[in-house]
């Protein structure tokens, strides 16, 4: 069995597709975001950066003591590891896995977060910075386009570096991005999200927060985007 500490985010998003992928056991234990659950001590000794997503793996391959495991493109590097799916054996295979997640959790999630904070979030516009993380998630959709050209997914077979990249496409219904320019990326995305383990995972925003999707209210803005180095 393996506890995920979860909230309907794109980052959450990446770990129940493949465990809805891989048809492993687990149990969510919501993590409110926007009511600073990722602040409670027991969570922090999982997820120390107080960031969710984040797993305990009650039954991990050495046989040994519960596995904690933070930030999310380790989650998919570890359960792929543990279920040998989604992650090629073949080294230069699985290289190009890892380079193409590495590229989502360097790039294209940061990035089209802050084109989300600034474009959606932000108390007033600030157009240098939108302007510029516009342009920086386009940019990254173009990388992205040029690479599915002749593919059907990023690297070969369906993989963590899919599931990585498919939650941060197009994320912000009050900021949506045209896509019309990127036709490879609309059938990758398209694919993706007609696999019926997708759907499933993505029906489990409803169920933790009946409120997915609602504007955020200032106090959990503050909750999010108001933390410095120490919290009282």
């Given at each position: 069995?393996?506890?995920?500490?979860?909230?309907?985010?794109?980052?959450?998003?990446?770990?129940?597709?493949?465990?809805?992928e891989?048809?492993?056991?687990?149990?969510?234990?919501?993590?409110?975001?926007?009511?600073?659950?990722?602040f409670?001590?027991?969570?922090?000794?999982?997820?120390?950066?107080?960031?969710?997503?984040?797993?305990?793996?009650?039954?991990?391959?050495?046989?040994?003591?519960?596995?904690a495991?933070?930030?999310?493109?380790?989650?998919?590097?570890y359960?792929?590891?543990?279920?040998?799916?989604?992650?090629?054996?073949?080294?230069?295979?699985r290289?190009?896995?890892?380079?193409?997640?590495?590229?989502?959790?360097?790039?294209?999630?940061?990035?089209?977060?802050?084109?989300?904070?600034?474009?959606?979030?932000?108390?007033?516009?600030?157009?240098?910075?939108?302007?510029?993380?516009?342009?920086?998630?386009?940019?990254?959709?173009?990388?992205?386009?040029r690479?599915?050209?002749?593919?059907?997914?990023?690297?070969?077979?369906?993989?963590?570096?899919?599931?990585?990249?498919?939650?941060?496409?197009?994320?912000?219904?009050?900021?949506?991005?045209?896509?019309?320019?990127?036709?490879?990326?609309?059938?990758?995305?398209?694919?993706?999200?007609?696999?019926?383990a997708?759907?499933?995972?993505?029906?489990?925003?409803?169920?933790?927060?009946?409120?997915?999707?609602?504007?955020?209210?200032?106090?959990?803005?503050a909750?999010?985007?108001?933390?410095?180095?120490k919290?009282?």
């Open positions: 069995m393996i506890d995920l500490h979860y909230w309907p985010t794109p980052n959450g998003h990446k770990v129940t597709l493949l465990l809805e891989a048809g492993l056991d687990y149990r969510i234990h919501p993590v409110d975001i926007g009511q600073g659950d990722q409670a001590p027991a969570f922090l000794a999982i997820s120390p950066n107080n960031k969710m997503p984040a797993i305990v793996d009650h039954a991990p391959s050495d046989g040994g003591a519960p596995q495991v933070f930030e999310s493109g380790a989650i998919l590097l359960l792929a590891e543990k279920t040998g799916r989604f992650l090629p054996a073949d080294p230069r295979a290289i190009e896995v890892l380079e193409w997640l590495f590229w989502q959790m360097a790039g294209l999630g940061p990035m089209t977060g802050q084109y989300g904070h600034f474009s959606v979030y932000a108390p007033e516009p600030v157009p240098y910075a939108i302007d510029r993380y516009t342009k920086e998630a386009l940019r990254l959709l173009g990388v992205l386009e690479r599915l050209a002749g593919r059907a997914f990023i690297a070969g077979d369906y993989s963590i570096a899919d599931m990585a990249a498919y939650p941060w496409i197009n994320v912000y219904d009050r900021a949506p991005l045209d896509l019309a320019p990127f036709p490879e990326v609309r059938r990758w995305q398209a694919a993706i999200a007609a696999r019926p997708t759907q499933r995972a993505y029906a489990l925003s409803k169920q933790v927060n009946p409120a997915a999707g609602a504007p955020m209210s200032d106090a959990e803005k909750v999010l985007f108001g933390q410095g180095a919290r009282d």
